[in-house]
């Protein structure tokens, strides 16, 4: 039985682990989970699959890197046009924003 690589403790049992990117169910694909800490380890074929999924579904490469800008007293975010787009977001549409432990919500109507 291999050892997990991880904490060198644990040993990795078969299982079917679902996979969400983005609030989106991409499915239930196989992999191997650490009796010890939990870790799931996906092959490199399943890991594939699964990106080939995302990209079917439009989210793959939505998770983008941006900075936070001065507009006035306020700071600004730019969203980026793929996601704006795969939100179908328009100029002028209300939000309501919070934040939430090291993250910012945005939540659309
Ligand atoms: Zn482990």
Same mark, same amino acid.
Do not use: F, R, T, V
């Given at each position: 039985m291999a050892i997990c690589p991880?904490?060198?403790?644990g040993t990795l049992k078969p299982v079917q682990e679902k996979h969400v990117l983005f609030g989106v169910d991409l499915g239930t694909y196989p992999g191997e989970k650490c009796t010890q800490c939990g870790e799931v380890f996906t092959d490199a074929s399943v890991m594939e699959k699964i990106e080939t999924t995302a990209k079917k579904k439009g989210?793959? %490469?939505? %998770?983008k890197k941006t900075k936070i800008a001065r507009a006035g007293n306020s700071l600004a975010v730019r969203i980026p046009k793929e996601v704006a787009d795969y939100l179908k977001l328009k100029e002028g549409k209300d939000a309501y924003l919070h934040p939430e432990e090291k993250k910012i919500i945005i939540e659309l109507d």
């Open positions: 991880i904490c060198e403790k989210i793959w %490469g939505l %998770g």
